[in-house]
Structures are given as structure tokens and as C-alpha cells.
């Protein structure tokens, strides 16, 4: 079964302070992954993409790391913000099963981040 | 630029009655559109795709329907709501074909809440 786990389920920092986000995964195939953004109540917002053959991308503050060997990624935030408390989702991109030239996101349960002043 | 439109933002329904829930996109032809359903504590699963008018594929049985009437039109449906139908509801929209590097991108989705 695709699965994306992330950890930790949930996470407080001080503002100003700099933290990591763990996305593990075994969807197969695998074309991209992504991380995204979503404020309460609102939708999904990208903030980096990455095929299977980057190591790394950046996006201002939040840099995503990859590593297809071992199915793992993560998404830094530096010198956080209190505009980034939200929840940050790792997905996980493969065709679907239909196979009408679109694709299905399998997506973890987040991870809620809450910077504090 | 692109735009997409969801309403209503929230909706109370009692069991059993009918749901109807819309999403365009404006500056785009064209689009994949997805429905996703996000429930408390899980993350979000894909309900339909289409990836043109009248072509609906559903990935989750269950007592929802969608309907593609126009291009930039992804309407989602139920004759008989159930309890479990409760969730936040979010419409997509993306312009490519597998595989990707493009965004999904999202609606604000509709806050469903079953009495």
C-alpha cells in the first residue's frame, strides 16, 4: 500500500528559530514530491516540488531535501516567522490507476507547526 | 492569472438531504480538475479527477457524485448525505499530464458539517 508518513504530528518553536520536517514514504512508482502549505481553513499551497533525481530545493525560507535510496525527505524552515504556524504536507506524486494521462497525489497527514513569539 | 472559486465556504446539512458543492477556475482552458475530501487527524484523498467536460473518473466509491458541465465547472453532488460525509472539501485545478513538476493548485475548500 502507497503510504507518506510524516513526523512530528505536530510541533511549537520560538519565532526566529529554525526547524525540520520529516516526510518518509513508499509510494512506487514515484515521479515527484512536493510540499505544501495549508493554513487552517484554507487550501494547499506548493511551496517546492522535487522529481526523484534532485537532492534539494528551495523556496525563500523552506528548503526540501530528497533522498529516493532511502525514501526520505525533509522541509526546513529557517529563521521562522509566526505567519508560517500551519500545517505542512508532504505528497507524493504517481499515475493513476486509470492511466488517462493524469496523476494522483498520496498525501500525508501534515505535520501542524506553531511558531510562538 | 488563475483563479479558483469554491462555495459555499461552510454548509450545515441534515442526514439524508442533498449536497451540492461548486468549483470554477478562471484564466485557464482546459484543467484537470480534482475534488478532495479531508477528514480530522487524516490526509486529504482524492474523490474525482476529470480531466475534460463529461469525463469524470471517481477513485472512492461512495454516495458522492461529480459532474464536469463545462470546461471550468467541477460540480460535486449527493442525493443522501450520511454522517460520515462530514469533512472539509477542496476543488484543484493543474494544467499538465503525468508525470508533473506542476502544482496542484487549490481552492479554499467548503467546511461540510452532517447533523
Known amino acids: 500500500k502507497n503510504q507518506v508518513e510524516q513526523s512530528p504530528q505536530s510541533l511549537i518553536i520560538l519565532e526566529g528559530k529554525n526547524c525540520t520536517l520529516q516526510?518518509?514514504?513508499?509510494?512506487?512508482?514515484?515521479?515527484?514530491l512536493r510540499w505544501y502549505k495549508q493554513d487552517t481553513g484554507r487550501g494547499p499551497v506548493s511551496l517546492t516540488i522535487?522529481?526523484?533525481?534532485?537532492n534539494t530545493k528551495s523556496n525563500g525560507r523552506y528548503t526540501a531535501t530528497l533522498d529516493a535510496d532511502t525514501k526520505q525527505s525533509s522541509l526546513h524552515i529557517t529563521a521562522s516567522q509566526l505567519s508560517d504556524s500551519a500545517s505542512y504536507i508532504c505528497v507524493v506524486s504517481l499515475p493513476l490507476n486509470s492511466g488517462a494521462g493524469s496523476y494522483q497525489l498520496t498525501f500525508g497527514k501534515g505535520t501542524k507547526l506553531s511558531v510562538i513569539p | 492569472s488563475q483563479t479558483i472559486h469554491q462555495w459555499p465556504a461552510t454548509l450545515v446539512q441534515p442526514v439524508g438531504s442533498p449536497l451540492s458543492l461548486e468549483c470554477t477556475v478562471e484564466g485557464t482552458s482546459n484543467p484537470n480538475l480534482y475534488w478532495y475530501r479531508q477528514a480530522a487527524g487524516r490526509g486529504l484523498q482524492l474523490l474525482f479527477y476529470?480531466?475534460?467536460?463529461?469525463?469524470i473518473s471517481s477513485e472512492v466509491p461512495q454516495n458522492l457524485s461529480a459532474s464536469r458541465p463545462q470546461d471550468r465547472q467541477f460540480i460535486l453532488s449527493s442525493k443522501k448525505l450520511l454522517l460520515s460525509d462530514s469533512g472539509f472539501y477542496l476543488c484543484?485545478?493543474?494544467?499538465?499530464?503525468?508525470?508533473?513538476?506542476?502544482?496542484?493548485?487549490f481552492g479554499d475548500g467548503t467546511r461540510l458539517s452532517i447533523l
Open positions: 522535487m522529481t526523484f533525481s534532485e
Open positions: 484543484a485545478w493543474s494544467k499538465d499530464r503525468f508525470p508533473s513538476n506542476q502544482p496542484q493548485h
Open positions: 476529470s480531466i475534460g467536460i463529461g469525463q
Open positions: 516526510c518518509n514514504y513508499t509510494v512506487s512508482p514515484f515521479s515527484n
